[in-house]
């Protein structure tokens, strides 16, 4: 094989892969930096007004000092805000929320990559709950069986809007959203019970708590020193659990199944073009059904890592909203541009600026700051194409034009120009 042949086979698509990959994410940290100074801009109106109110007259550069101090500085810092971080607390707050927040993004970024938009991941998210707590409370199943079937209910619930999808073909945007209303409505109601449940303690008008009816269930901890002490402090008392990184390992799994397996090729190619793909023999039905039965375990999983870690119980009487997790999951997937290992980064950074948004002093600065940061973040993804496109002609493309000359000429072939080599590089 000459060079040339060479590197138009092996070299030519991995550098263009390469920069892609690049532009992708300066596209993201161009979304993530514009969407923090609307925050901070949003911090410094809400932070005059509520002063004003208070009558309390302070000068432009007092002003900014607040905001930095009692606001912004927390939403940067998230769960290592120092104030808030005593024995690990806000660090372990932002691990614990995390866990979920990968699942329910891999769950949307999951169907995005088949062609489908699951918006129900509210609702599997809370069938995985339930079964996840009923494993628990009732059967005293081991975690990592409660965990199986918090999957299982996920998988459950979202395969049903897959096969109305595959065999009637009704949106699964229609179908999922029904169903994530059918999914909270009718688990309060098992749970609940007219205060009879077996599940639902009458005292606390919550579920009874996973760590004292069954220890087994709860997921296992981890502590890291940190000169020689306990950095989440008291063992067994303030540690994370593992779910995380569960949850990383299930991201790499997808990301394996997706880009080096025929199955994650088949349900790719049904989702790029479902006709196309029949055409070629591909089962496209088949494959609707277990792309929306897959994202569906996937956001059951991450109800289960979260239920399961001890730190929150569900109570039917007050849970009249869909779990947020389920909904920020489609931040998440938006985010990482629907790239599981992208998942991990984006659930990790929507995690740390809500756990820091809660650090802020509330008598001047609302919380819901951070999901103003979140929400604006995600607004800017829908012009992440444009982004990408931008970015790679200003930043990435006067790179790789050298770059690509460089390769090229150990070739012993030179291009024309460097018009010549950007519209190849565009081609």
Not at 189 to 211: C, E, R, S
Not at 215 to 243: H, M
Not at 244 to 272: P, R, S
């Amino acid at each position: 094989m000459n060079g040339k042949n060479f590197y138009s086979k092996h070299l030519a698509p991995r550098l263009n892969d390469a920069a892609t990959g690049v532009s992708s994410v300066m596209a993201s940290l161009v979304c993530i930096v514009i969407g923090l100074v609307v925050g901070y801009l949003a911090l410094l109106l809400l932070g005059w007004v509520t002063l004003s109110q208070e009558g309390t007259q302070v000068s432009f550069a007092e002003l900014r000092q607040i905001t930095w101090e009692k606001g912004f500085q927390a939403i940067l810092h998230g769960g290592f805000f120092k104030s808030a971080n005593t024995m690990g607390m806000g660090v372990r707050t932002e691990i614990l929320q995390a866990a979920p927040l990968v699942m329910t993004g891999l769950s949307v970024a999951f169907a995005f990559k088949t062609g489908l938009f699951n918006i129900g991941a509210a609702g599997q998210y809370t069938v995985g709950a339930y079964f996840a707590l009923y494993s628990a409370l009732i059967l005293k199943q081991p975690w990592w069986v409660c965990l199986i079937a918090a999957a299982l209910g996920g998988a459950i619930w979202g395969a049903i809007p897959g096969i109305f999808k595959a065999f009637l073909n009704v949106n699964e945007v229609i179908t999922a959203i029904m169903f994530n209303w059918i999914g909270l409505y009718g688990v309060n109601t098992l749970i609940y019970q007219a205060g009879t449940g077996p599940m639902f303690n009458l005292k606390t008008t919550k579920t009874f708590t996973v760590k004292q009816t069954s220890p087994e269930s709860l997921i296992p901890s981890f502590n890291v020193q940190v000169d020689g002490k306990d950095y989440f402090g008291r063992a067994g008392l303030f540690e994370p659990t593992i779910g995380i990184f569960i949850a990383i390992g299930v991201a790499l799994l997808i990301w394996f199944v997706l880009n080096k397996t025929t199955f994650g090729y088949e349900l790719k190619a049904c989702g790029h073009n479902k006709h196309a793909a029949k055409y070629a023999g591909i089962n496209d039905k088949k494959n609707i059904v277990l792309s929306m039965t897959i994202a569906g375990a996937l956001a059951g999983l991450g109800a289960g890592l979260f239920y399961l870690s001890g730190t929150k119980e569900w109570e039917p009487l007050v849970s009249t909203a869909l779990p947020a997790t389920g909904f920020n999951g489609i931040s998440v997937a938006l985010l990482a541009s629907s790239d599981p290992i992208g998942c991990i980064f984006s659930a990790l950074f929507i995690s740390h600026i809500t756990t820091g948004g809660s650090f802020m002093s509330a008598k001047i600065f609302p919380s819901e700051v951070a999901d103003i940061i979140s929400g604006v973040v995600i607004y800017l993804c829908a012009f992440s194409l444009l982004f990408k496109g931008s970015i790679r002609k200003l930043f990435v493309g006067a790179t790789w034009v050298k770059l690509y000359k460089k390769v090229r000429g150990l070739f012993g072939k030179k291009p024309a120009s460097a018009a010549d080599t950007g519209k190849e590089e565009d081609a």
